[in-house]
């Protein structure tokens, strides 16, 4: 893929970027060295790689969910910088 200084200046203004020069000319510089890696991965042989999602085998590392008890109301409230009854009272912020 050609790129070129202008592709990444019209790039970064859709991304709403502001690049100097000498971003422009560093970032323009490294994209074109992904491309190439990226080109050159390409040229490789993968007929014998079997597709994967990932390398190795997944585990779920989660907590077996156990119902328990919830917080006492008054625990919940104790720090809340302003409440109304059993709520928390926020301000408005809709305008």
Known sequence: MALNKDTVKYTAHLARLELGAEQLEK???QLKDILGFIDSLSQLDVSN????SHILPLKNV???DVPKDSLALDKVLQNAPSKKG???SVPKVIE
């Open 27 to 29: 970032l323009s510089g």
């Open 62 to 64: 989660l907590r077996e």
């Open 86 to 88: 059993n709520f928390f």
């Open 49 to 52: 790689v079997e597709p994967t």
